[in-house]
């Protein structure tokens, strides 16, 4: 068994969606997976598929906002699976509003979830990437990050994760650790289901109208997004970091 597949992955928010489809595409690199979400016993399905397929993998129930749940969790992957080298800042919620009607609860815990989430996580498995001399750490950023309308918390908080990307990229690259970010465009998850019935929207009729608007005249799926970041974990990326690559079925301006 080579290094690459003894390494120990953590996905922040990978019971469904985007998540669990790169906790299972991780594992099938041969990475040991710590399936992080807020409720342990959602993580189950995931961790099943991983293991049916001949994976280790470890459901882990953690408040990504929240640092002593962070600080426990990290310890407990350490101690049950091994050292996290590569970590999946993945976690996220959506408080959709306009701006008039954005309450500072909606503000702040899309905020604390996605950009504080991401920092504390990142704090945490740092030293442990330090350590081993190497580490991966990608983060989910989103096309929102070019604003969105309805939004003005989940943009902030997806682009703040860029400029907070490439300051890890920056301060961590000496020690063997890169940092990118991957930018979605629209992908089927259940988040972008509840973005269509905010909007009073059918989910297929919402999906339609905007594959109709890319591209590749489809939407994405969560494998899609899951192959960009198995990409940006690997050895072969070691030279590549400070990047954001948006995972679209276009470009973007």
């Not at 049916?52 to 993998?57: K, P, V």
């Not at 990050?145 to 989940?154: D, E, F, I, M, S």
């Amino acid at each position: 068994m080579s290094t690459t597949e003894q390494r120990v992955a953590i996905v922040t928010g990978a019971a469904r969606g985007i998540g669990a489809a790169t906790a299972v595409r991780l594992a099938a690199r041969g990475r040991a997976v710590a399936v992080l979400d807020l409720d342990e016993a959602a993580c189950r399905g995931t961790v099943e598929e991983i293991t049916a397929a001949g994976g280790r993998a470890l459901a882990v129930g953690c408040d990504v906002s929240d640092a002593g749940q962070v600080e426990a969790a990290v310890a407990r992957v350490a101690g049950e699976l091994g050292a996290p080298v590569v970590l999946v800042n993945n976690a996220g919620v959506l408080r959709d509003n306009l701006l008039f009607k954005m309450s500072d609860s909606d503000w702040d815990t899309v905020l604390n979830v996605h950009l504080r989430g991401a920092f504390l996580m990142s704090r945490a498995c740092q030293k442990h990437m330090v350590d081993a001399g190497f580490g991966r750490i990608v983060n989910l950023s989103s096309s929102s990050a070019l604003g969105n309308r309805g939004q003005a918390n989940y943009s902030a908080a997806k682009a703040g994760l860029q400029g907070f990307t490439k300051t890890l990229a920056i301060e961590l690259g000496k020690f063997g650790v890169t940092a990118n970010a991957v930018a979605p465009g629209f992908i089927a998850t259940e988040m972008t289901a509840a973005t269509a019935a905010r909007v009073g929207m059918d989910f297929e009729a919402f999906q339609q109208a905007a594959a109709s608007q890319i591209p590749v005249q489809r939407v994405g799926r969560p494998e899609d997004v899951a192959n960009a970041i198995a990409f940006f974990t690997g050895d072969e990326a070691g030279f590549v970091s400070g990047q954001v690559l948006y995972v679209a079925g276009g470009p973007l301006d």
